[in-house]
């Protein structure tokens, strides 16, 4: 059993930053990869950011990249999203989420591969 919680969403003006966290507990956390993923309203559940299991790689979607940050500090069983330049559209509760064991590197992921998920954390991008 994995259990996941995110914290560190919430209200934000178009063009700012927030950083995102999930803390994770239960499988050994350095033994596998993670991936964030957001969901907008009315939207189904979207591949964000993933990183590898010793966070060496990283792969973003394209919507994000240049502007996202995935890391992880296997010390701390902890996974971080760095969010800058926000736009409008990047308005979602993200969850991060841990795959099956077994599943080390960096890639695209899709929500009904992922075993395990937080429970998300809201974002809000004003403009």
């Known amino acids: 059993q994995v259990q996941l919680v995110e914290s560190g969403g919430g209200l934000v003006q178009a063009g700012g930053s927030l950083r995102l966290s999930c803390a994770a507990s239960?499988?050994?956390?350095?033994?596998?990869?993670m991936g964030w993923f957001r969901q907008a309203p009315g939207k189904e559940r979207e591949f964000v950011a993933a990183?590898?299991?010793?966070?060496?790689?990283?792969y973003y979607a394209g919507s994000v990249k240049g502007r996202f940050t995935i890391s992880r500090d296997n010390t701390k069983n902890t996974v971080y999203l760095q969010m800058n330049s926000l736009k409008s559209e990047d308005t979602a509760v993200y969850y991060c989420?841990?795959?099956?064991?077994?599943?080390?590197?960096?890639?695209?992921?899709?929500?009904?591969?992922?075993?395990?998920w937080g429970k998300g954390t809201l974002v809000t991008v004003s403009s």
């Open positions: 989420a841990a795959p099956p064991r077994g599943v080390i590197a960096a890639m695209q992921m899709h929500p009904q591969d992922m075993d395990y």
């Open positions: 990183i590898s299991w010793t966070g060496g790689s990283t």
């Open positions: 239960g499988r050994t956390f350095s033994s596998y990869a």
